[in-house]
T-cell receptor, first 108, second 111 residues
C-alpha cells in the first residue's frame, strides 16, 4: 500500500448534497493528518486538521480512524465553491506526504 | 508581504540549461519545504530545512537538484542540466507550529 492513498475521482455531486471521501494510509507510527484544498492552478491551502475525536468546522467534518488507518472528510450542503481538489496530508516527524488528491465537482 | 512568495512564477528552460528558483518564506518561520507537483498529481516532497539546516533531502530526484537556505530565510532550489521530466510546478511552503503555508509556485517548462 502506498503511504497515502486517495480515490482520484472525480466526484460529481449536485449542489446541496452531502459528499464524503476517504484517505487510507500505511504505517501506523504516530503522526498527524490534515486535509488541504487546492483550486486549479493554485497552491494548496489548509482546510482542517484531523483528530481522532473528530473535527467539525461549519459544513466540514474530518475524522481519523487509527484502527482502520483511514481519514475521512464529509462536506454537507455542498456549494459550487466547494469544487476543488482535496488533498490528504500525513505529517510524521516533519516528513510531509501528500495524497494525489480527490477531485470534487459540484454541479448546479 | 504577509505570505510566501516565489520567483519567477513561470520559467521556460531549454533542456540542459541550469535554473534557480527562489522562495521567500513568511518572516520568522523556521521550517521551509520544497515540493514538486506534476500535472494531475499531489505535491511530492523534495527537501526540508529547519533554519539554515537541511534536515531531509530524501525527496530530491537526482544529484542535479540542489537546495540551500544559507541564512535561514530565503531558499533557492537549483536544477542543473534540466531535463523534460523536470517540467512541473515547484511549490515552497513555510510553517510554524505545524500548519504549512504555500507560495504560488514556479511553473517550470523544459523544452
Amino acid at each position: 500500500r502506498k503511504e497515502v492513498e486517495q480515490d482520484p475521482g472525480p466526484f460529481n455531486v449536485p449542489e446541496g448534497a452531502t459528499v464524503a471521501f476517504n484517505c487510507t494510509y500505511s504505517n501506523s507510527a504516530s503522526q498527524s493528518f490534515f486535509w488541504y484544498r487546492q483550486d486549479c492552478r493554485k497552491e494548496p491551502k489548509l482546510l482542517m486538521s484531523v483528530y481522532s475525536s473528530g473535527n467539525e468546522d461549519g459544513r466540514f467534518t474530518a475524522q481519523l480512524n487509527r484502527a482502520s488507518q483511514y481519514i475521512s472528510l464529509l462536506i454537507r450542503d455542498s456549494k459550487l465553491s466547494d469544487s476543488a481538489t482535496y488533498l490528504c496530508v500525513r505529517n510524521r516527524d516533519d516528513k510531509i506526504i501528500f495524497g494525489k488528491g480527490t477531485r470534487l465537482h459540484i454541479l448546479p | 508581504g504577509a505570505g510566501v512568495s516565489q520567483s519567477p512564477r513561470y520559467k521556460v528552460a531549454k533542456r540542459g540549461q541550469d535554473v534557480a528558483l527562489r522562495c521567500d518564506p513568511i518572516s520568522g518561520h523556521v521550517s521551509l519545504f520544497w515540493y514538486q507537483q506534476a500535472l494531475g498529481q499531489g505535491p511530492e516532497f523534495l527537501t526540508y530545512f529547519q533554519n539554515e539546516a537541511q534536515l531531509d533531502k530524501s525527496g530530491l530526484p537526482s544529484d542535479r537538484f540542489f537546495a540551500e537556505r544559507p541564512e535561514g530565510s530565503v531558499s533557492t532550489l537549483k536544477i542543473q542540466r534540466t531535463q523534460q521530466e523536470d517540467s512541473a510546478v515547484y511549490l515552497c511552503a513555510s510553517s510554524q507550529l505545524g500548519e504549512q503555508f504555500f507560495g504560488p509556485g514556479t511553473r517550470l517548462t523544459v523544452l
